[in-house]
């Protein structure tokens, strides 16, 4: 949903380790959501999306599942790296919103080495 | 892939002067892109869609005659933020949408940082 005025909530981890981010998002009718990855002074960066007809999908040490019943999503970061530090935002959009994209509030992810 | 520059990639300016920011789409055709503005420890925030050949659709609260979009090509957006003041200083990032895409992915610009002093 909307996330005007918050600040980022934090997630700091240990090389090597797990990382799990989730995002809460507003619109039961979004039917295509997208994680980004934005480090700081650039633009996002897309990681993975996922259409609404499937809980689960993978890429290279990443995994984002779906779950609609209470519209949450996650992102999965296997293995994570001093690289993957940076702040991941996850976006919904439903088809008929011309591409709109909804960012959620976004979390910084911090990897001690 | 697809790659979407910005231009310039900061600028200061005097309160009441318009800036003028470029978002080009380098490699493909952008019948659509979107403005955002990011504030720090913030999300992104969509300001307007930009149409090629139509008037922009601004989101709500948003003021039209204050930041000026055009979408004049296939390949290029501008947004101008007119008399600028301090309250306008953030980060401006915009988007770029292939035509017929076969999925809503977006292609971000690097992003433009706006000082208003």
């Known amino acids: 949903g909307e996330s005007v005025g918050l600040h980022l909530p934090t997630l700091s981890v240990q090389e090597g380790d797990n990382s799990i981010i989730n995002c809460a998002y507003s619109n039961s009718a979004s039917d295509y959501f997208i994680w980004y990855k934005q480090e700081s002074g650039k633009g996002p960066q897309f990681i993975i999306d996922i259409r609404s007809n499937m809980d689960k999908r993978q890429g290279q040490r990443v995994t984002v599942l779906l779950n609609k019943t209470v519209k949450h999503l996650s992102l999965q970061i296997a293995a994570t790296q001093p690289g993957d530090s940076a702040v991941y935002f996850c976006?919904?959009?439903?088809?008929?919103?011309?591409?709109?994209?909804?960012f959620g509030q976004g979390t910084e992810l911090s990897v001690k080495p | 892939g697809a790659v979407v520059s910005q231009h310039p990639s900061w600028v200061i300016c005097k309160s009441g002067t318009s800036v003028k920011i470029e978002c080009r789409s380098l490699d493909f055709q952008a019948t659509t892109m979107f403005w955002y503005r990011q504030f720090p420890k913030q999300s992104l925030m969509l300001m307007a869609t930009?149409?090629?050949?139509?008037?922009?659709?601004?989101e709500q609260g948003v003021e039209k005659d204050k930041f000026l979009i055009n979408h004049a090509s296939l390949t290029l957006s501008t947004l101008t933020v007119t008399s600028a003041h301090p309250e306008d200083s953030s980060f401006y990032i915009c988007?770029?949408?292939?035509?017929?895409?076969?999925?809503?992915?977006?292609?971000f610009g690097p992003g433009t940082r706006l000082t208003v002093t």
């Open positions: 988007s770029a949408r292939e035509p017929f895409g076969q999925t809503y992915e977006q292609y």
């Open positions: 930009s149409n090629e050949g139509s008037k922009a659709t601004y």
């Open positions: 976006a919904e959009t439903f088809y008929n919103q011309g591409g709109k994209l909804i």
